[in-house]
């Protein structure tokens, strides 16, 4: 599966949520367990969810109460992204493994998985930007920024998707090292998170 093809399957992710619409609507991955596409699409629709926890926590009416859910739910879903990434990085290291780097070979700054998260991210951005371009009850003026902003991002998507192509195969030809550290999140866990293990 190829950079470009991840588009693809995260325009799919996000269209699929938007037949529901719903946050609550559990996710039905049609992809293999294991493959590279059934992570994607996991990926993805956690992104997609909490994209739209985000829309309703801002809501100046909400429930201080409903608010405070929403907000834990956004840390759980922090975690499962995180999680996610780290399987996909999971997936490219198992996949070139038994690749030796060169010896002037260089680390990336990011890994692969966490340039494919900012892409995933992309495709709902740019969804909900094409959904401002079509609004029939806009302004002129904010249809314009929108169509220029929409502009933009796909410039990036282009940008990001060959970006992501040339990291894998520097990999593959040993000019890069797949190198990978764990995100080591500290405000989730009890026994690191100073306010949840003094309370005990």
């Known amino acids: 599966m190829k950079p470009v093809e991840f588009n693809d399957l995260f325009d799919k992710v996000v269209a699929d949520y938007h037949k529901f619409d719903d946050i609550y609507k559990e996710c039905n991955d049609p992809f293999e367990p ?20 985000e829309d309703v926590i801002r809501d100046p ?8 859910d929403i907000k ?17 990085d999971s997936y490219f290291l198992d996949k070139y493994k038994d690749i030796t780097p ?14 494919v998260d900012r ?7 740019i969804w909900h930007m094409k959904e401002q371009v079509e609004r029939k009850d806009a302004s002129e003026d904010h249809l314009a920024k929108c169509s220029a902003k929409l502009a933009v991002l796909l410039e990036q998507r282009v940008d990001l998707t060959t970006g992501i192509t040339e990291l894998l195969e520097d990999i593959e ?28």
Not at 72 to 77: G, L, M, V
Not at 102 to 115: F, I, M, R
Not at 119 to 125: D, E, N, Y
């Open 102 to 115: 060169a010896a002037d070979a260089k680390v990336n700054t990011e890994t692969p998985a966490w340039a």
């Open 173 to 200: 030809a040993g000019r890069k090292k797949m190198k990978v550290y764990k995100q080591m999140k500290m405000y989730n866990d009890p026994s690191l998170n100073p306010v949840l293990y003094v309370k005990k």
């Open 72 to 88: 834990r739910w956004i840390d759980r879903s922090n975690q499962e992204r995180t999680d996610m990434v780290e399987y996909i």
């Open 119 to 125: 892409l995933s991210i992309l495709a709902l951005k």
């Open 61 to 68: 009416q909400i429930d201080p109460k409903q608010a405070l």
């Open 34 to 53: 294991g493959t590279l596409e059934f992570l994607l699409y996991k990926k993805c629709w956690i992104d997609a969810v909490q994209w739209h926890l």
